[in-house]
């Protein structure tokens, strides 16, 4: 009956949000991709890139969690060289950072959660197993892969102190679906206990770690910084800071900061990667009214960007890359109260990361760069400025920093194979 009533809820949002979902795509001058996808529909061209293989479904919302599995997926395929690795997302952006990972044998985008979508995407894809990267909790597809026989493991998983008490406050209908998934791999002993608390079989549940600090083993970033610098058309001898994954409320903090830099450092270039890239057209009109020269990443340009100047990324998939270029690392998110965003990704290739007090979604990785060294917590704008100055200032002490944050990805991996090893008793049983 909760089902019928889930569904019927569904069917009804459907109604309303499928003509806004084109009405949209129109808007933005481009039909909005993956609609029949969505709605379950697999094309026969996609379907024979898994036809005859064992099929292994990974899930993962938006970038961040994608990002997140990359060295999962690169461990199944590893460990599984002829199943078929199927990676769904919710969003676009999550999509456009999936078609970047070459393991990968089908990109789809995520049924609506609705049985008869649900059942019309299963029934096509025939997972053996599936993988839902950190809390997606989907009532009505876990219900069919347990119908259908299908394990589904929840990977990376993780409670935040926000969404601990939301689904505290509906356990009645978070408690039937936990007790359908086959099996638990949760980042931290806080995480595992929360889960238990929810409803989840204890039997069930391991604590693995989390698969972040096994980035540390992928190369996918150029260690070239001279050959950076000329494939993003910049100054040769500029200092760089990168500011990236910032929201709204951020990007003005930055751009002030960078003002007073400036005049300390002229040599200086920004980098500025808003985590949402649709943001870039109004964070290029508030770099013009700042009077900053900038240009788009995408905008191709064979003259080097001067010292002084901001370079919008209005990209994805770069951000190691980018990363690699800085002197020093900002990662937004953090100074509004978003959760934070991925600071390892700045540890992995060696640089000092800063970050405001709103970590909520990596407080325990915030805990490690602090303790480490790495560099850390900013309070607020006028910290920010402080410890930007004296990194710069002080680049023995930067690069000290970087070296101690990388130093964290080694000491913590392992996550991934404690989670394949999980995969492998639902895989072969």
């Not at 197993?129 to 259908?148: A, D, H």
């Not at 359908?180 to 549940?205: K, N, V, Y």
């Not at 009109?285 to 002084?308: F, K, M, V």
């Not at 070296?403 to 194979?417: D, E, F, K």
């Amino acid at each position: 009956m909760v089902y019928l009533l889930y569904d019927i809820i569904l069917l009804l949002g459907m109604v309303v949000l499928i003509p806004w979902y084109l009405v949209r795509g129109c808007i933005r001058g481009k039909m909005r991709q993956g609609l029949r996808e969505r709605l379950g529909f697999i094309s026969s061209s996609e379907q024979e890139k898994i036809e005859g293989r064992r099929v292994i479904w990974i899930h993962a919302v938006s970038v961040g969690e994608t990002r997140a599995a990359i060295p999962l997926i690169k461990g199944l395929r590893r460990t599984y060289p002829d199943a078929a690795l199927v990676l769904s997302n919710v969003t676009e952006t999550g999509r456009e950072i999936a078609e970047s990972i070459p393991e990968i044998d089908l990109r789809i985008y995520f049924p609506v959660d609705f049985s008869l979508t649900v059942a019309r995407a299963l029934d096509t894809i025939k997972p053996a197993l599936v993988l839902i990267v950190e809390t997606e909790l989907w009532p009505q597809f876990v219900r069919k892969c347990k119908q259908r026989a299908i394990p589904v493991m929840l990977v990376n998983g993780r409670i935040s102190d926000r969404s601990f008490p939301r689904y505290k406050r509906v356990g009645a209908l978070v408690r039937p679906v936990l007790r359908q998934i086959s099996s638990f791999c949760m980042q931290s002993r806080q995480d595992a206990s929360r889960i238990e608390t929810l409803g989840a079989d204890p039997e069930h549940i391991h604590v693995s770690g989390n698969v972040k600090f096994d980035q540390g083993e992928i190369r996918c970033f150029s260690t070239d910084v001279t050959g950076l610098r000329t494939r993003y058309a910049l100054h040769a001898q500029a200092r760089i800071w990168v500011a990236g994954s910032t929201h709204q409320g951020e990007d003005e903090i930055v751009i002030r900061i960078y003002h007073k830099l400036l005049q300390i450092f002229p040599d200086l270039i920004l980098i500025l990667v808003p985590r949402h890239p649709h943001r870039c057209q109004l964070v290029g009109e508030l770099l013009t009214q700042e009077g900053l020269e900038w240009r788009l990443r995408s905008a191709a340009c064979d003259t080097p960007l001067q010292p002084a100047g901001v370079l919008l990324v209005d990209t994805l998939g770069e951000m190691l890359d980018i990363y690699a270029l800085a002197e020093v690392v900002f990662v937004g998110g953090s100074l509004v109260p978003v959760g934070g965003h991925n600071i390892l990704e700045a540890s992995m290739v060696k640089k000092p990361v800063l970050f405001g007090p709103h970590m909520q979604n990596f407080k325990e990785i915030a805990q490690y760069i602090i303790r480490a060294q790495g560099f850390g917590e900013v309070a607020n704008e006028t910290q920010l400025e402080q410890s930007l100055t004296y990194l710069l200032q002080n680049p023995d002490a930067a690069h000290t920093a970087g070296v101690n944050g990388s130093a964290i990805l080694q000491q913590h991996a392992g996550a991934t194979a404690q989670t394949l090893a999980v995969a492998r008793e639902l895989l072969e049983p």
